[in-house]
């Protein structure tokens, strides 16, 4: 078994893109099981996906998981990003979830 070398948040996108180089023989049942839903659900770029997470964590100063948060789900509406950002429990002004709202847009 291969030892953890990095951990890091990723999107589904991201996802995708990883177990694509990956020889469906060669998975695991809970690799196929993976990459069997993000193949179904998942259509974004994952290139669009980095750069989104990427200017939401500089411009928005958004942690890394909660930045992969909004890649995945990508709220269309102020009121959508603010049910999911209320869990956070951290109080995000408006002209952020404003700026949020814009780069989800520009990326989708």
Sequence with gaps: MEEVQKKQAISLSE???????????????????TFDYVSKFVTSDPKDAKEMKKLLIKECELTED??????N???TSLAELRSFTFGWKKLILAETLAKMLKIIKEHS
């Design 73 to 75: 789900i990508r709220p």
């Design 15 to 33: 996802v995708k893109e990883i177990l694509g180089k990956v020889d469906v023989e060669e998975m695991d049942q809970i690799q196929r099981w």
């Design 66 to 71: 909660e930045a992969v948060e909004i890649v």
